[in-house]
T-cell receptor, first 113, second 113 residues
């Protein structure tokens, strides 16, 4: 059974600080996706990383896929209250194909004004 | 610009009743996935369907649960004789040509009394 471990589980920081959250596995994934979920809503896709070592930037968010395609990180620069939410990583097994995603339990992020 | 549409958003059932959850994929998408999210748990894959076919139901409980994606109309997740343990948020996702990129609906919150 493939597992994705996310850390930390909870993180509360002040506005303007930087943070990094992690997504780790002992298994290799063909791609990894990051989602953000707000209470009462569905996950919203932020980014997909496919190539080992890949780095993608989305404004103040930087996503990295590990060289071995087993882990990923999300770094937020100058966090804002609007970044508050549950951040989920999800791995896909089938390269270019369709299959059920394996999700981590998420990091609950709170940015205090 | 309709995304993945799920209805109802909230569903209350008594033990022993049937629950029917509907999902209309994003326009142009032919792959549908169902996930279940229990409190404090990550999303768990249940079933993957294409039009008129179940491709992977490895995450679906063997009894009481069924899913379909007919040629016309939405995908349906059906839970017969619901029990309290079925209370959860059920999410549908769809993907198109980029099969490994899944977009989620807002979910159906099922409460079993």
């Amino acid at each position: 059974t493939q597992l994705l471990e996310q850390s930390p589980q909870f993180l509360s920081i002040q506005e303007g600080e930087n943070l990094t959250v992690y997504c780790n596995s002992s298994s290799v994934f063909s791609s990894l996706q990051w989602y953000r979920q707000e209470p009462g809503e569905g996950p919203v896709l932020l980014v997909t990383v496919v190539t080992g070592g890949e780095v993608k930037k989305l404004k103040r968010l930087t996503f990295q896929f590990g060289d071995a395609r087993k882990d990923s990180s999300l770094h937020i620069t100058a966090a804002q209250p609007g970044d508050t939410g549950l951040y989920l990583c999800a791995g896909a097994n089938s390269p270019g194909g369709a299959d059920g995603l394996t999700f981590g339990k998420g990091t609950h992020l709170i940015i205090q004004p | 610009n309709a995304g993945v549409m799920q209805n109802p958003r909230h569903l209350v059932r008594r033990r022993g009743q049937e629950a029917r959850l509907r999902c209309s994929p994003m326009k142009g998408h032919s792959h549908v996935y169902w996930y279940r999210q229990l409190p404090e748990e990550g999303l768990k894959f249940m079933v993957y369907l294409q039009k008129e076919n179940i491709i992977d139901e490895s995450g679906m409980p063997k009894e009481r649960f069924s899913a379909e994606f007919p040629k016309e109309g939405p995908s349906i997740l059906r839970i017969q004789q619901v029990v309290r343990g079925d209370s959860a948020a059920y999410f549908c996702a769809s993907s198109g040509l980029a099969k490994n990129i899944q977009y989620f609906g807002a979910g159906t919150r099922l409460s079993v009394l």
